[in-house]
């Protein structure tokens, strides 16, 4: 009986210490645990919060402006044609007036208006010689008191563009003249050759010769003096033909200033510019050179057949 209680007394206690036991290690085990997630968590948090913060950076990331376009002005195609003077940019000048007129200069920065007679290019050809007589031919100017004068050929003439054009001609021997377009040689005279008057030959070559090759360019002189306008015979305020003498370089265009603006007159081979219902005549003149240079004219009074000094000139190139 004594044994009976003794052994139930030390189950009752293996009992206690197996559940002290087991007591004491779940809460050792929940320590742990905790320890664990008290030390884990806030890197985990920090990762996280840094992740999302990048995300949401990528996110609201404002959009990138668009890229401004270049102000830088394309190239004009028509630069080295005819027409260029419609697309670039012009600077304008003025000039003092001479005192029977009232003028003004505006110099466009353009492109040649030159037809088939390009500045700055040499044209091979051959010269031949003519007598020149008082210097008078097609390009109506009358005589001249310069015979170093020049017939340009009918195709360069172009409708008398050539006239009033300073040449360069050189000959193989090295010998130079400078001629004055005042006159068209007719055909056979090919494209290239200039008919040149005795007196501008013999500078290259006697004049027995009778023919020789040749280089020749365009010129824009040093000295020149200043521009005249001649209105034709018979021009009256309902026709007129308008002519322009003395210019350092060949002419693009001549107008007139009607009630509806500039108006451009149509060119003859005799070198005038007409206005058959009269439009314009006896109003302002507006020349236009090849360089893209104009010059306005005012003052010059209709008087058929007078030669009418402006005072202005066109610039050298």
């Given at each position: 009986?004594?044994?009976?209680?003794?052994?139930?007394?030390?189950?009752?206690?293996?009992?206690?210490?197996?559940?002290?036991?087991?007591?004491?290690?779940?809460?050792?085990?929940?320590?742990?645990?905790?320890?664990?997630?008290?030390?884990?968590?806030?890197?985990?948090?920090?990762?996280?919060?840094?992740?999302?913060?990048?995300a949401d950076s990528e996110e609201t990331l404002p959009p990138t402006p668009p890229r401004q376009k270049?102000?830088?002005?394309?190239?004009?195609?028509?630069?080295?044609?005819?027409?260029?003077?419609?697309?670039?940019?012009?600077?304008?000048?003025?000039?003092?007036?001479?005192?029977?007129?009232?003028?003004?200069?505006?110099?466009?920065?353009?492109?040649?208006?030159?037809?088939?007679?390009?500045?700055?290019?040499?044209?091979?050809?051959?010269?031949?010689?003519?007598?020149a007589g008082v210097g008078d031919g097609a390009c109506s100017y009358g005589p001249s008191s310069d015979?170093?004068?020049?017939?340009?050929?009918?195709?360069?003439?172009?409708?008398?563009?050539?006239?009033?054009?300073?040449?360069?001609?050189?000959?193989?021997?090295?010998?130079?003249?400078?001629?004055?377009?005042?006159?068209?040689?007719?055909?056979?005279?090919?494209?290239?050759?200039?008919?040149?008057?005795?007196?501008?030959?013999?500078?290259?070559?006697?004049?027995?010769?009778?023919?020789?090759?040749?280089?020749?360019?365009?010129?824009?002189?040093?000295?020149?003096?200043?521009?005249?306008?001649?209105?034709?015979?018979?021009?009256?305020?309902?026709?007129?033909?308008?002519?322009?003498?003395?210019?350092?370089?060949?002419?693009?265009?001549?107008?007139?200033?009607?009630?509806?603006?500039?108006?451009?007159?149509?060119?003859?081979?005799?070198?005038?510019?007409?206005?058959?219902?009269?439009?314009?005549?006896?109003?302002?003149?507006?020349?236009?050179?090849?360089?893209?240079?104009?010059?306005?004219?005012?003052?010059?009074?209709?008087?058929?057949?007078?030669?009418?000094?402006?005072?202005?000139?066109?610039?050298?190139?």
């Open positions: 009986m004594q044994e009976t209680r003794q052994a139930a007394r030390q189950r009752r206690h293996r009992r206690r210490l197996m559940v002290g036991t087991t007591a004491g290690l779940a809460v050792t085990g929940l320590l742990v645990c905790l320890v664990m997630t008290m030390q884990s968590d806030p890197k985990g948090d920090a990762g996280r919060s840094s992740a999302t913060a990048v270049s102000s830088t002005p394309s190239p004009s195609a028509s630069s080295p044609t005819l027409s260029a003077s419609a697309t670039t940019p012009k600077a304008s000048a003025t000039t003092s007036a001479a005192p029977s007129s009232a003028s003004s200069r505006t110099a466009p920065a353009t492109s040649s208006l030159a037809g088939r007679i390009q500045p700055k290019r040499t044209y091979q050809g051959v010269a031949t010689v003519y007598k015979m170093m004068i020049a017939a340009m050929n009918t195709t360069d003439y172009e409708t008398s563009a050539a006239c009033g054009a300073h040449v360069l001609v050189r000959a193989a021997n090295g010998a130079s003249v400078t001629v004055r377009i005042t006159n068209e040689c007719p055909l056979p005279c090919a494209p290239g050759q200039l008919d040149l008057s005795e007196q501008a030959f013999a500078k290259l070559a006697p004049v027995s010769t009778g023919r020789i090759a040749i280089t020749w360019s365009l010129l824009s002189p040093d000295a020149s003096g200043t521009i005249s306008i001649r209105y034709k015979n018979g021009s009256s305020p309902y026709w007129c033909g308008v002519q322009a003498i003395g210019h350092r370089n060949p002419l693009a265009r001549l107008e007139v200033r009607t009630g509806g603006g500039w108006r451009q007159l149509a060119r003859t081979d005799y070198n005038y510019f007409l206005s058959p219902d009269g439009s314009g005549c006896g109003g302002a003149i507006r020349l236009t050179d090849i360089y893209g240079e104009q010059l306005t004219i005012s003052g010059i009074a209709l008087r058929p057949e007078a030669v009418q000094s402006t005072g202005v000139q066109f610039a050298r190139h």
